[in-house]
Each structure stands twice: as structure tokens, then as C-alpha cells.
């Protein structure tokens, strides 16, 4: 016979409990309970739902998968942009001076372009008075309007009816930098000029498709999109033609 002190298989409640108390310590370290409480939608699928979301025109959808950061800093670089045209003597009409020739008349009609532009992106598109009125308007607002109002003016229409569009960013993977920082890269197709090409850039390697990478952070347990490449085919270029 054996008994407690000579039987050699082990207590068979020891390893249960030993690895309950592993689990259990597992659970409550800090890097576990920073993964369950950093679940959620991953970059990546982010990513998509932004490509998908800028390819219908659903400003609703950009404005709730974008990062506030990102919107704050698009209203910064409207209202930077737009100051600058609007300059008498921009630093880029200095070093362009030898190239559009040193003419004052031709410069007066450049100013009044820009002057013009000025003015129909603050009344048409961010319906503002000036540019601070329009450095303190909402940001969500400055970019829904942006958004819009470029959609609208691309799609022939002077309504405010988004131009649909097939997805122009294909969602490859995410690299994450850190817990709140991640960086998407996608790949789109290089849009190729209609006709034969010039004779002078024969040579010239002609790209297909280029990758690009967009920038989500975390906002809270969400990631959101810093913006990158949304509307970039719906710019707004300065009409300055010169006047008849």
C-alpha cells in the first residue's frame, strides 16, 4: 500500500491552480490590459473605410474616421495657403520675377488673379468673411466645406452633390510605429496622360501605380486617419490666367 508520503504521482489540484494564478497574472499586467482595452477596428480596416469613403464623397464618414488633430491642422494649412495668395509680394512672385519678366503690368494682372481666388474661396467655398473669420471657424466645418464645395465644382454641378469615383488607394498593410501611432501603406494608380506622349520624355520611366503611406493615430481606443491623400484629385488651383 501507499499512502500521502510514498505515493509518487503528484496532488492533481497543484498544476490547475498554478496555472489559474499564471492567468491570473497574466491578466492583470499592464501590457495585457493595454491590448483589450486597444481593441477595435485595426488601421488598416480604417485605412480602407477612409479610401472608401473619399472615393463616394461621404464627408460625413471622413469627418468621423478623421483624427481632430488632422482637421485643426487642414484648417491651418487653408487659411496659410490662402494668406499667401493673397500677399502683394509673395516670396514665390520674388524668386519667379526673371521668369514671368520683371513687367509691372503683368504683375498687377497676376495680383488681381489671386486677389480673385482669394475672394471666391472664402464666399463660395468657406462662405467666410476673411481669413480670420475662417482661422476660427469650426474645423469639422472647414473641411466639410472644402470637401463639398470641391466636389461640387469638379462634378460640373453647383449644387453640392458629391462626384462619385472608383477607390483610388488600395490598403496594403500597416507598420505600427508604437500603441498610438501606425502607418498604412497603400498604393494607387499613377494617372496617365490622354494622347501620345511628347516626343521630349520618351525617355522618361513612366510609372503605373505609386505607393504612398497614410498616418492613423489612436484617439482614445480608436484609430482615426490624419487625412493623408483624401481629395487630393479635388484641389482647388489658383485661376491666374492672365485678363484679357
Excluded at 82 to 98: F, K, S, W, Y
Excluded at 128 to 137: E, G, N
Excluded at 181 to 203: I, N, S
Aim: proline share 9%; no cysteine; hydrophobic share 40%.
Amino acid at each position: 500500500m501507499t499512502d500521502r508520503h510514498t505515493n509518487p504521482d503528484p496532488p492533481p489540484t497543484r498544476l490547475p491552480l498554478i496555472g489559474g494564478a499564471l492567468a491570473l497574472l497574466v491578466a492583470v499586467m499592464p501590457g495585457a490590459a493595454g491590448a483589450q482595452r486597444q481593441g477595435g477596428v485595426p488601421p488598416e480596416e480604417v485605412a480602407r473605410a477612409v479610401v472608401l469613403a473619399d472615393s463616394t464623397g461621404d464627408w460625413g464618414a471622413l469627418l468621423r474616421l478623421a483624427h481632430p488633430d488632422a482637421l485643426i491642422r487642414f484648417r491651418g494649412l487653408q487659411t496659410f495657403q490662402l494668406r499667401m495668395l493673397g500677399t502683394p509680394e509673395p516670396v514665390i512672385d520674388t524668386l519667379a520675377a526673371d521668369s514671368i519678366a520683371a513687367d509691372s503690368s503683368l504683375q498687377a494682372r497676376w495680383h488681381r488673379a489671386r486677389t480673385r481666388q482669394v475672394r471666391f474661396m472664402l464666399d463660395s467655398v468657406f462662405q467666410v468673411p476673411d481669413l480670420d473669420s475662417l482661422a476660427h471657424t469650426s474645423p469639422d466645418t472647414v473641411f466639410a466645406r472644402w470637401f463639398r464645395g470641391s466636389r461640387a465644382i469638379h462634378a460640373g454641378d453647383s449644387g453640392a452633390v458629391a462626384a462619385k469615383r472608383p477607390p483610388s488607394y488600395r490598403v496594403i498593410g500597416a507598420v505600427r510605429a508604437s500603441d498610438t501611432l501606425a502607418y498604412v501603406v497603400v498604393e494607387r494608380p499613377v494617372v496617365q496622360p490622354l494622347g501620345p506622349m511628347p516626343q521630349m520624355f520618351r525617355d522618361f520611366p513612366h510609372e503605373t501605380h505609386q505607393t504612398e503611406v497614410m498616418v492613423m493615430r489612436r484617439y482614445g481606443r480608436e484609430w482615426r486617419s490624419m487625412l493623408d491623400g483624401v481629395g487630393e484629385p479635388y484641389g482647388f488651383g489658383a485661376e491666374l490666367e492672365a485678363e484679357e
